[in-house]
């Protein structure tokens, strides 16, 4: 039976290279990573699923604009950016103040205290770094002839990328939290991660 036209047509020995380029840029601390490790640590990680998934979510339509060329239309449009970076920083600090005031897992939080789905997809688009991030590991690797193709097998294996390392750093700061349960030690990591976060976003911004 013949392979299907785009796995057929896919340079899988491009692969590989375009994985590590993504793990090395886009796994690198971020606004979008240092709070999924945050909010891990402050929340574990099962009230901190939505955010997640909508810091996938968000980062997901990242990539797509990438890939369909929305990108290099928005950037002639200064504005936007500054809106969205404005806009995104206002949560990240509002974001970084819930996070080192949230109490320590042992003792019982709000169902409402944990970041939302819409905050993380928000976070995940307005969030300069990936924009900067994404069209860099985008470019950095052609994994077909066809540019149609060649978006396609990016967007697919990018995505992938996307989930593995959101959810890695999720999973590293409910580590964390493990270890920290004591109400001292637990506050001193939040407000550390709260300025880190802080950090984090003042670079991209400024980058």
Do not use: Q
């Not at 299907?4 to 606004?31: C, H, N, T, Y």
């Not at 640590?41 to 604009?65: E, H």
């Amino acid at each position: 039976m013949a392979e299907p036209p785009l796995i057929a047509a896919i340079r899988w020995e491009s692969v590989g290279p375009l994985i590590f380029v993504s793990l090395a840029i886009m796994g690198s601390p971020g606004p979008a990573t240092i709070s999924l490790v945050a909010a891990g640590s402050a929340y574990g990680a099962r009230r901190c699923l939505r955010y997640l998934v909508g810091i996938v979510a968000g980062t997901t339509i990242v990539l797509v604009a990438v890939a369909s060329g929305i990108t290099a239309a928005l950037l002639t449009v200064p504005a936007i950016g500054s809106i969205l970076i404005g806009i995104s920083a206002a949560y990240i600090v509002w974001l970084a103040y819930r996070i080192a005031t949230a109490p320590p897992l042992a003792e019982p939080t709000t169902a409402t205290g944990a970041p939302s789905f819409a905050g993380g997809a928000f976070l995940g688009v307005a969030n300069p770094k990936a924009w900067i991030a994404i069209a860099a590991v985008f470019a950095s690797a052609h994994l077909a002839d066809v540019a149609t193709t060649d978006a396609t097998a990016k967007v697919a294996v990018l995505t992938t990328m996307i989930i593995v390392i959101c959810t890695t750093w999720l999973f590293a700061g409910t580590s964390l939290a493990r270890v920290l349960r004591g109400p001292r030690r637990a506050r001193a990591v939040n407000v550390t991660l709260a300025l880190a976060l802080l950090g984090a976003t003042a670079l991209a911004v400024l980058h």
